[in-house]
């Protein structure tokens, strides 16, 4: 009776994912017009403005460094722990100190998976002092008919 039932669940599940379609996508530049950037709290911003969906750009600007202004970069941390701690040590750079400059990096949500983002300038200090890190889950974006 309980494989019958996963099986049934199974089928339910592959049926609403294939009424999913991740052909469209939205662009949004972290942090709005304050960009990604010292001191601005991204964890509440990325609540405020989700939900992502599977193919949903992310933008992330910033100045790159020079006399005045402290570099940022982005990167991808492996796990939630990682995350809290901002323990940059298993890290993957996505975006160097240059990158967001201009018109700025832009970052493609492909996976169904959390994506937790950190600056790791200053050894993750801009992670753990100046509130640059968030996390997302993009959702297959369904059809409205």
Request: aromatic share 18%.
């Amino acid at each position: 009776m309980a494989i019958k039932c996963s099986h049934q669940v199974l089928i339910f599940f592959l049926i609403a994912v294939s009424l999913c379609s991740v052909t469209q996508a939205d662009t949004t530049v972290v942090g709005d017009d304050q960009g990604w950037r010292f001191g601005f709290n991204y964890a509440e911003w990325a609540i405020q403005n989700g939900p992502f969906y599977l193919n949903d750009t992310l933008v992330f600007k910033y100045d790159p460094p020079n006399g005045t202004t402290f570099p940022h970069s982005v990167y991808l941390l492996h796990d939630y722990w990682s995350y809290l701690r901002c323990d940059m040590r298993r890290a993957k750079l996505v975006a160097n100190p240059i990158k967001g400059g201009g018109e700025g990096f832009n970052f493609v949500l492909k996976k169904w998976q959390p994506h937790y983002f950190a600056c790791g300038e200053r050894g993750g200090f801009h992670c753990r002092a100046g509130l640059m890190k968030f996390v997302v889950t993009p959702f297959p974006r369904c059809q409205t008919w």
